[in-house]
């Protein structure tokens, strides 16, 4: 917000100028000043009409990791398993100890309707779009881990060493903090996230669930599905079926 | 009186080109160069401004169609030799940067490599 | 006043002293600098174990610089002269300490040059946020408290500012101990014991700190401390050291008792590894039981003794924390209860932690610089109690 006020108090300041002055050096700001106010307005924000979602199948899990491969290559991830490596998709393995029953799925980040990791954040860069993605704003993380020790799926991962050869629509770095972005740079392009297109189950349906037309609404309105840690009360823009 | 001043800011003009001359303003590579998006001498003035409002509409609005973006600059600006706007000394943005000694703190994070030589590299 | 020469060290030890206590600074920020030029790689941190050494030291000195505060509240909001004559001293090691355990704070961010974003922007919902806001609160409070004690003209105003101090050392602690108190999803934390607790250790911790900064500097000046005084301040540290043993073990017992909760206590008391251990010989045994006798016994008390006890607290309180924070952190979180969980990233696994030397070496700095911060303040400041004969 600041940076926007920042902005236009300088235009207010050039305008005052240009009213007020005369000369040469008006004429060569004016081009300028145009282009710069034609570039605002252009494209739209994002809005709270739309919450986006995933409901993922467990039931063909167990003997595929296409979408954490995916995921890695549509962010560049290096899919090393060290302790400090980043993984925002991970495959995990459970079995029911009662009954011995067992299943796999993808974790990642549940993208929250209430999300602990904003809630912590001290300085905001944790945040929540207007379309229910939570985010890292890496402009802003100071590295200090709170929101690591808030995440109740461990879902984020700290950028332990400098990195080399980002993605140019996935810029990351040393000493923040990043997780699953639901990959909104396809999101923003109208794409739907690499896990979920290169699921060859067609098991991650994504969609708008604030939509009641949605492909996603409709079989959540039709068949059970779970939320993750469903007493925590965080409504979970993730669920599961089959756990 | 008048003339003093006169004498002065002539003094002072020349003083400043000497300036110029003696301290050697950085040569850029402008990689494509063209066209830019903004008035170049506005834009050496405020680009860090725009690219501030921008990455913030883009981060937390999904704004992503703004000409004043990082990726645009470096798609036009990247030399053409490396396809890079840092990492030598004529570099588009790191001449100018280390001429004036302001660290960039930009490409620790983002791709400092024109992106479209990057599609074409991983499809090769 | 003219008989009574204010405590000060002689040039030698002085000079030593500053010149030991800037090495353990200068080592702490070349560990810092190493951190930032190669990422967190260098220490034991991970993404399980996600706050480390670095954070047992800043912890201990935060909390702790609350507890010594203890000696300036009991002299101005309860009229103690014997402890009003160590309240400045206080307020200088609180001074430090803060000073010490922020800077560890700080520089262990993955972006310590970002600082400044820390400042001006405030997510109101953020307990870290808040505590930004009562740490440099606290800085404040305390220097205006020492300000009215050794300004003669501002005396009045001391009992006040000794009150500004006392609740806003509540809130710090508290606010130290909703950090951890607010994490829903971690076994360990998201209780509301654990303010209260940790208010209740800063007491006993800091009690064990002024004592050795004290009885330090009484030495180096080769000055005796009123056996008097000795006595009171002995007493009351064997209080505080009990109260917080009654806490520690509420907490565990509370959890005990919670099904669910059965299988963190296991670990934390039983077969953790190093994590009981630590717990019950470092903290148990040598941090509360061995004090308590070197504190209470009919033939010990003495000078010597507590002294070795308040050091055995003060190691007790960095067990406490290693194995709260650390062990805490390494259970593996309950994502999915009933399930035995297997996964790449360490779900259902112990996090794995060995602490390596640069993190040590920074939390080592921040003593440093608490120690260098009493020292210097020490010599160039009447901060040390005058020594007036049997105070009623």
Redesign the interface.
């Known amino acids: 917000m600041s940076?926007?006020n920042?902005?236009s108090n300088?235009s207010e300041q050039r305008r005052q100028f240009l009213k007020t002055s005369v000369g040469a050096a008006a004429v060569?700001?004016a081009?300028?000043?145009l282009?710069?106010d034609m570039?605002?307005g252009?494209?739209?924000?994002?809005s709270g009409k739309v919450r986006w979602g995933m409901l993922i199948n467990t039931a063909n899990c167990e003997d595929c990791d296409k979408c954490v491969k995916a995921c890695n290559k549509e962010n560049g991830l290096s899919g090393g398993l060290s302790p400090t490596d980043s993984q925002w998709v991970r495959k995990v393995e459970l079995k029911d100890m009662r009954t011995g029953r067992s299943l796999a799925l993808p974790m990642m980040c549940q993208h929250c309707a209430e999300p602990p990791c904003v809630d912590v954040c001290p300085t905001g860069a944790s945040?929540k779009?207007?379309?229910g993605i939570v985010?890292v704003?890496?402009?802003i993380c100071i590295g200090c881990r709170y929101c690591m020790m808030a995440c109740p799926y461990k879902a984020r991962s700290f950028v332990h060493e400098?990195?080399h050869?980002?993605?140019?629509?996935v810029?990351?770095?040393?000493g923040?903090v990043e997780s699953c972005t639901m990959c909104?740079?396809r999101?923003?392009?109208g794409l739907q996230p690499a896990c979920a297109e290169a699921c060859p189950n067609k098991s991650i349906l994504f969609g708008n669930l604030n939509d009641p037309d949605s492909e996603i609404s409709n079989k959540m309105r039709t068949q059970a599905s779970t939320q993750v840690r469903a007493d925590l009360g965080l409504d979970t823009g993730l669920r599961y079926q089959g756990i | 009186m008048s003339k003093l001043f006169a004498l002065l800011a002539i003094l002072c003009m020349c003083a400043s080109a000497t300036a110029t001359e003696i301290y050697g303003m950085p040569k850029l590579d402008i990689g494509k160069g063209g066209q830019c998006?903004?008035?170049p001498?506005?834009?050496r003035k405020?680009h860090m401004?725009?690219l501030?409002?921008q990455?913030?509409?883009t981060?937390?609005?999904?704004?992503?169609?703004?000409?004043?973006s990082l990726?645009n600059c470096?798609e036009c600006h990247a030399s053409l030799r490396d396809n890079s706007v840092i990492g030598r000394a004529d570099s588009f943005c790191e001449g100018c940067h280390s001429f004036e000694a302001v660290k960039i703190d930009c490409f620790?994070?983002?791709?400092s490599?024109r992106?479209s030589s990057?599609v074409q590299g991983e499809s090769k | 006043m003219a008989n009574h020469s204010p405590l000060r060290f002689k040039n030698r030890v002085f000079y030593t002293l500053v010149a030991a206590g800037g090495l353990v600074v200068l080592m702490g920020l070349y560990a810092a600098h190493m951190m930032e030029g190669h990422g967190h790689i260098i220490t034991g941190m991970n993404n399980q174990i996600v706050w480390g050494m670095p954070h047992v030291f800043a912890i201990f000195l935060i909390v702790s610089a609350s507890g010594v505060l203890n000696v300036s509240s009991i002299g101005s909001v309860f009229n103690k002269p014997a402890y009003k004559a160590r309240a400045p001293l206080a307020g200088l090691l609180s001074i430090a300490m803060l000073a010490g355990g922020l800077t560890v704070l700080m520089l262990d961010l993955g972006r310590p040059d970002r600082i400044i974003v820390a400042m001006t922007r405030f997510n109101p919902t953020s307990v870290f946020a808040w505590n930004i806001f009562l740490y440099s609160g606290m800085f404040s409070a305390v220097a205006l408290y020492l300000w009215t004690m050794m300004e003669k003209r501002m005396n009045p105003w001391s009992k006040p500012a000794g009150l500004l101090v006392f609740v806003w050392r509540f809130v710090l602690t508290t606010g130290t101990g909703v950090i951890f108190s607010f994490l829903v999803a971690r076994q360990a934390y998201g209780t509301a014991i654990l303010p209260p607790m940790f208010i209740v250790m800063s007491f006993a911790w800091g009690m064990a700190v002024f004592h050795v900064a004290q009885s330090s500097i009484y030495e180096w000046n080769e000055k005796l401390l009123d056996p008097y005084v000795q006595k009171r301040m002995k007493n009351l540290m064997g209080v505080l050291v009990i109260a917080a043993l009654y806490f520690v073990a509420a907490y565990h017992l509370t959890n005990l008792y919670f099904a669910r909760q059965t299988g963190f206590e296991r670990f934390i008391l039983l077969d953790g590894g190093v994590y009981p251990l630590v717990f019950w010989i470092g903290y148990f045994l040598l941090g509360n039981l061995l004090p308590l006798l070197l504190i209470y016994h009919p033939a010990l008390g003495k000078s010597k003794s507590i002294l070795f006890a308040s050091l055995l607290i003060i190691l007790g309180g960095f067990c406490f924390l290693y194995v709260f924070i650390i062990g805490g952190q390494a259970f593996p979180l309950s994502i999915f209860p009933g399930y035995q969980v297997t996964s790449s990233f360490g779900d259902g696994a112990i996090g794995l932690y060995q602490p390596s030397l640069p993190e040590i070496m920074l939390g080592m700095g921040g003593v440093g610089i608490a120690f260098l911060i009493t020292t210097i303040g020490v010599r160039v400041l009447d901060f040390v109690p005058h020594e007036l004969p049997k105070s009623a």
């Open positions: 940076d926007t920042e902005i300088t060569a700001i081009p300028g000043m282009m710069f570039a605002h252009k494209s739209e924000a994002v945040f779009r207007a379309d985010l704003d890496k402009h400098p990195l050869d980002q993605k140019p629509d810029p990351r770095g040393k923040v909104v740079q999101i923003d392009k | 998006v903004a008035d001498q506005w834009m405020n401004r725009v501030f409002q990455r913030d509409e981060v937390h609005q999904g704004m992503r169609d703004g000409k004043f990726k470096i620790e994070c983002h791709s490599k992106s990057l």
